[in-house]
Nanobody, 117 residues
Framework: QVQLVESGGGLVQAGGSLTLSCAASRSIFGIVAMGWYRRTLGKQRELVAGITSGGTKSYAAAVKGRFTISRDIAKNTVDLQMNSLKPEDTAVYYC???????????WGQGTQVTVSS
């Protein structure tokens, strides 16, 4: 089992920056992928960014060029650096990790990001 704990959410003005961090309770070496989803009130959860075990990164079109995902295998963490934040980035952000065994995916508890205009 893997527990994920997110941190770094908060309130920021438009144009500002935040860094979200997700700490896994065990080694992330061998994990298939990790990343971040977000859910805005009234909308479905959407994939924001992901990074595979091989280091391949992917981003949603809405955040490409503004957000950067990174990982530290030694620290079992994955971070999301968010720059040039917009009010539409306001959401609860969830860390996830995909593993090659049941249940397949673990989720963090979520962290709120609010961007004021």
């Amino acid at each position: 089992q893997v527990q994920l704990v997110e941190s770094g959410g908060g309130l920021v003005q438009a144009g500002g920056s935040l860094t979200l961090s997700c700490a896994a309770s065990r080694s992330i070496f061998g994990i298939v992928a990790m990343g971040w989803y977000r859910r805005t009130l009234g909308k479905q959860r959407e994939l924001v960014a992901g990074i595979t075990s091989g280091g391949t990164k992917s981003y949603a079109a809405a955040v490409k060029g503004r957000f950067t995902i990174s990982r530290d295998i030694a620290k079992n963490t994955v971070d999301l650096q968010m720059n040039s934040l917009k009010p539409e980035d306001t959401a609860v952000y969830y860390c996830f990790t995909d593993v090659p065994y049941s249940p397949g995916r673990y989720w963090g508890q979520g962290t709120q990001v609010t961007v004021s205009s």
